[in-house]
């Protein structure tokens, strides 16, 4: 997988059922929720590994600190690169 700077995504995993999230999935990565089942794997997908309903994504707008860092470093190291690439071009 190329690894591309970009604003995280995160989206909670959660139960249409019961309504517990699951966990979340970050920039694509399954986070479990350590207060909740883990999810179980079923024909169409995971399922609630509560009660075995369906689960579904829902964006998640909060950012902890830890991870805003993380985005602002992304993005100086995106600005970065193009500044980069600018002066090259410039160069050549
Ligand atoms: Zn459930």
């Given at each position: 997988m190329v690894k591309v700077p970009r604003l995280i995504q995160v989206f909670n995993v959660q139960c249409?059922?019961?309504?517990?999230?699951s966990g979340q999935l970050m920039n694509g990565t399954f986070v479990p929720n350590p207060r909740v089942k883990r999810p179980v794997p079923g024909k169409n997908g995971s399922r609630c590994g509560e009660c075995g309903g369906n689960l579904y994504l829902e964006p998640d707008e909060s950012v902890t600190p830890f991870m805003a860092t993380q985005i602002a470093a992304q993005r100086t190291a995106a600005q970065q690169q193009a500044k980069a690439s600018a002066d090259a071009l410039r160069a050549a």
């Open positions: 249409v059922m019961c309504g517990r999230a």
